[in-house]
Structure formats: C-alpha cells, structure tokens
C-alpha cells in the first residue's frame, strides 16, 4: 500500500513523457536528457511492458488507466520485432 501511488505516478509519467508512436506504427519507449526526450530505444527497455502489466494485474481495474495494457503490448511488439527483423535473430542494443 504505501508504494502504490509513487508505483502509479511513476508509471502514469514514463508513459506521459517517454512514451512514443512512429508514423510507421512502432511504439516505444524513450530516453530522456535534461528533460527532452531522445528518441531512441534501448533494448532494456523491452522489460518495461513485463513489468508494468505484472503491476496491472494485482491491482484492481479502476486503479489504472485503461490504456496502459494496449501501450505494453505495442511495445512488446516493437521489441519483437528488433529480434524478428535482424537476420542474427539478436536485437541491436538500441534502435533510433
């Protein structure tokens, strides 16, 4: 109970300010420097949407937005992809 607001804003803000859609469709998540985003994806990040739905689903539904299922699973998608589209198999560390 008492890291359950601090969880809820600290997620709410990563997907206000470091979340993203390429006008192709990809969605990611950024970095940010001094308060800008720069618009790059790290591979690490593909644990976010793991994490975040793991959250979702001990909480009761009205305690999160409904978009945050949809957000993670289009993320995972993009991460699926980084692997799928390299011939290797192996993602690239980061993607721009």
């Known amino acids: 109970e008492e890291w359950l ?25 950024s970095e940010e420097e001094n308060g800008q985003p720069i618009h790059k994806m790290d591979h690490l990040a593909c644990f976010v949407p793991a994490m975040v739905i793991e959250g979702v689903r001990h909480l009761p539904r009205h305690l999160t937005p409904s978009d945050w299922e949809e957000k993670c699973a289009a993320v995972t998608k993009t991460c699926y992809e980084m692997y799928h589209r390299q011939a290797s198999g192996l993602a690239p560390e980061f993607v721009w």
Request: no cysteine.
């Open 5 to 29: 607001s601090p969880w809820l804003k600290a997620m709410q803000e990563m997907f206000d300010r470091l979340y993203f859609t390429t006008p192709t469709g990809f969605s990611y998540i």
